[in-house]
């Protein structure tokens, strides 16, 4: 039979122990090995079965041990002294601490989290990022506020069928079995938030709450008796269910995220969060939700507008549209329309927030944009690549002037770096990890130590490797009897190369399979030898990347190759360090540029491997010609297939003839000094780049605390800003159609212009209902094009030179000829505003109706 409900009996531990409860109910655990070093002496054996998670170990663990422990002096010095460390961690001032008027709270919204493997609320990238983002602001003392939903199937475990196809399964987890709290209100009874849907029907959730050493956590459960069946599913599964489902799941995510939020400072006394962050488009609805209080308390939409702007920031994480969340108009109307209407937030002006040039799709990215005065990619090529993308919602402006930054992503140390490589550091040098500096002493670390070191980590992703190859050959229906083999799968002291990620189809997962008896000539070599360990899963409507998991597993399944390559199932976090750690070589082939960022490789270089990598994402900025290998790119090749061939063949000749040649290259003591030689550099170089402390403090100094200024600054004498400043925009965008550049003249040079002279620029605008003060005038000026288009200008603001009565305006400045060759220039107006974070802001631009004044001559 089968038990109709499933809960978690917790222990009720000896008073002696009850900072044990403290430590394993505080995720630090998960990122502080001295923390679970006290763990596993509780009970060493049980520690290993429950697969080193604390909360299933006091769940399990007898009650005599307990006792014993209790009674235990030595255990409970090192209890006492945990639990001290604990608490100046939380409470000691930090980085952030030391900042001038600092942001009082930042809040975080994300729809996964990968904190640890106990905690599986995270399907990818995304969830690994925001989980390195809230362990980064625990240890830096930002103040963030984490909000996400609790899925009751987290995301899928994966295994294989005989036929090597993915099978899914989502197991049931208990929340009381996790490392969470019940928000409770003052009287014990749960908090409950409530979001109205149409057809009168309401969908509550109540609250869990992580702690991320000093960062809380807020995970929305809609799995209560208050919700009918269909609610009760919203948090079933990560990325699941279609898009009526996707959409409940963002509102909970995005409006009662904000009200969670509300709720526990009121319940905590928490600081109220002056900067909302916005983690992708799927928590979007985030920003209607600020604007809807502030509508019922005191300002018009777009003054409320203009307060949730400039406290928000929005980060894009994908370079293809095709991965950006849209719903069906209608769907959106059905929501915040009609019966189910927010009285002070119309309809239709939430439906042009998410409009896009395709009619009757609302997008939520889209949304973000508009709701956000600072918009980031997550690497400087996908800056770019987004800047082209979203284009559109800027007209007029220069693809570079769109307003997306970009902030590129980074790791947490601690939680990827293999323990060895941590302790050597903290003995060699102390200040690497903490304070990002003193890379350079990587190169006086003796060889030796840091090759003993890699070998460990290698040995370990061996033998590892071998349990969860044997687990799975046996899921897959094989008996003890078949496996003898796996014994000698994998060799620790032959070059591993590894390949883990998700599995769509750009990542291309068999790309190496290209030339499959190249790929079993570099295995099987007997002089220079090569293995490579794989993991991934594919989204489980995605047909095609089972497809390609399912090529991989049967060749990594034939007799002559098996014990070289390897297919992992289930890739999760513990596997995942298993490999960052083992591997001595991090492959990544996307399509470029369809990366946007990536971190396993990031990952890996701090662990001592070297990446061998398309320059895509991060790798396209940091890669230095001698920190790693680039594969060549077919950038101009059009045919897919022939694509892929060419670089598949790159690929291979760099496996051979740099790669395993430099591997295998060995001194007389053994050691591979040319090897090591790029592993300190890539150390030395990469190291202080790819820490998410250096990303952490590059959103709070670019990001958070100029969005905690502008959020001040449109607040203050009840948002008297915020009514200007939406005054005027609203005034500015009726008036621009009434905005010329009617004429531009110039002088100051000759028939032969000569680099070094100034060109002098004289313009009238005529400034329609518009005041000077309310526009700028520029010259853009520098190389042009064959078409006469100005190739990344340069700008100098020109000077009012005064107005007459007709509403023209005359401008005057001077343009440097600082380049020789083909010059031109142009001149433009836009809106102005000091609380206007970029020129772009508004969207709206006016340049002459023909190219005036423009001058094509060579300079000298």
Not at 442 to 455: A, C, E, T
Not at 684 to 710: C, E, F, I, N, Q
Request: hydrophobic share 40%.
């Amino acid at each position: 039979m089968r038990a109709i409900r499933r809960f978690t009996v917790r222990t009720v531990l000896p008073a002696e122990l009850a900072a044990l409860g403290e430590l394993v109910h505080n995720l630090r655990w998960s990122w502080h090995p001295e923390t679970t070093d006290l763990f596993a002496e509780v009970d060493p054996r049980l520690w290993e079965q429950v697969g080193h998670d604390p909360v299933a170990l006091l769940g399990a663990v007898d009650h005599a041990r307990l006792a014993e422990l209790a009674a235990d002096r030595r255990f409970l010095r090192r209890l006492a002294d945990a639990a001290d460390d604990l608490r100046e961690y939380i409470t000691a001032p930090r980085w952030y601490q030391t900042l001038p008027d600092a942001a009082s709270a930042i809040a975080y919204f994300s729809p996964e989290y990968g904190i640890a493997a106990a905690l599986p609320q995270y399907s990818g990238g995304l969830g690994i990022l925001a989980g390195d983002h809230l362990k980064t602001a625990s240890d830096l003392g930002v103040p963030i506020l984490a909000v996400g939903l609790l899925y009751r199937h987290g995301y899928f475990t994966q295994s294989l069928s005989p036929e090597g196809w993915q099978l899914e399964h989502y197991p049931s987890l208990d929340a009381g079995g996790l490392p969470l709290t019940l928000l409770k209100e003052e009287d014990g009874t749960p908090v409950k938030i409530r979001i109205s849907l149409p057809g009168e029907r309401v969908l509550h959730a109540q609250i869990w709450v992580a702690q991320v050493g000093r960062v809380p956590l807020l995970l929305l459960d809609s799995d209560v008796a208050d919700n009918d069946a269909a609610a009760r599913d919203v948090t079933d599964r990560l990325y699941g269910g279609g898009t009526d489902h996707r959409l409940l799941q963002e509102l909970l995510l995005g409006v009662g995220g904000v009200r969670a939020i509300r709720a526990y400072c009121r319940i905590t006394g928490h600081a109220e969060p002056e900067v909302f962050h916005t983690n992708e488009g799927h928590a979007g609805f985030l920003g209607l939700e600020r604007i809807r209080e502030l509508t019922e308390s005191r300002l018009s939409f777009d003054e409320a507008l203009e307060a949730v702007r400039a406290g928000t920031v929005f980060t894009t994480h994908t370079p293809v549209p095709a991965g950006i969340d849209r719903f069906p108009v209608d769907m959106i109307e059905r929501q915040f329309g009609g019966d189910n209407a927010w009285p002070t937030v119309p309809v239709e002006r939430i439906l042009a927030l998410g409009a896009e040039d395709q009619p009757g799709r609302f997008n939520m990215a889209i949304m973000g944009m508009r709701l956000a005065q600072r918009v980031n990619g997550v690497s400087v090529l996908h800056g770019a690549v987004s800047r082209e993308m979203f284009k559109s919602l800027w007209p007029g402006f220069d693809v570079d002037e769109v307003p997306i930054g970009s902030i590129t992503n980074g790791v947490h140390a601690p939680t990827w770096v293999g323990r060895e490589l941590m302790e050597l550091a903290g003995r060699e040098l102390p200040s690497l990890i903490e304070r990002a500096r003193g890379w350079e002493g990587v190169q006086k670390v003796p060889d030796s130590d840091l090759w003993d070191i890699r070998g460990t980590l290698r040995r370990r992703l061996v033998e590892g490797a071998r349990v969860r190859l044997r687990k799975a050959w046996r899921d897959r229906g094989a008996s003890d009897a078949e496996l003898g083999w796996i014994d000698d799968v994998l060799d620790p002291d032959v070059l591993t190369i590894g390949f883990a990620r998700r599995v769509p189809s750009y990542k291309r997962l068999t790309l190496m399979l290209r030339d499959a008896k190249r790929l079993s000539d570099l295995l099987l070599d007997a002089d220079k030898p090569v293995q490579i360990v794989i993991a991934g899963k594919a989204h489980p409507a995605d047909e095609g990347g089972k497809k390609l998991i399912q090529q991989i597993v049967k060749f990594a399944d034939r007799p002559d190759v098996r014990h070289r390559i390897v297919f992992l199932p289930d890739y999760d976090m513990a596997l995942g360090q298993l490999l960052v750690q083992g591997c001595d070589v991090w492959l990544n082939n996307p399509l470029r540029p369809l990366e946007a960022s990536g971190t396993s490789g990031m990952k890996s270089a701090l662990n001592g491997g070297l990446n061998l990598s398309i320059r895509d994402g991060w790798w396209d900025e940091w890669y230095d010609g001698t920190n790693g290998w680039a594969i060549p790119t077919a950038d101009g090749v059009t045919d897919p297939d022939r694509r892929d061939e060419l670089e598949a063949v790159a690929l291979y000749d760099l496996i051979e003839n740099e790669v395993a040649d430099r591997f295998y290259d060995r001194a007389g003591d053994g050691l591979p000094r040319r090897w090591l030689e790029m592993v300190k550099h890539t150390l030395t170089s990469l190291g202080p780049k790819v820490l998410a402390g250096r990303m952490l403090r590059d959103y709070v100094v670019g990001l958070y605390l100029p969005a905690a200024r502008s959020a001040r600054a449109l607040s203050a004498d009840s948002s008297a800003a915020a009514k200007a400043f939406a005054a005027w925009r609203v005034r500015v965008t009726r008036a621009w159609p009434g905005v010329r550049v009617e004429h531009v003249e110039s002088s100051g040079v000759g028939d032969a212009p000569e680099v070094g002279a100034a060109l002098e620029i004289r313009a009238t605008v005529a400034l329609g209902d518009l005041e000077p003060g309310d526009i700028l005038v520029e010259a853009a000026y520098g190389r042009v094009g064959p078409h006469d288009e100005l190739i990344h200008p340069a700008y100098v603001e020109l000077r009012t030179e005064g107005a007459d009565d007709d509403g023209r305006a005359h401008y005057v400045g001077e343009v440097p000829l600082d380049r020789t060759g083909a010059f031109g220039y142009t001149v433009r107006a836009v809106p102005h505003h000091p609380l206007a974070a970029s020129r772009a802001e508004l969207g709206l631009i006016a340049v002459p109706e023909e190219p005036a004044g423009m001058t094509n001559g060579m300079l000298r």
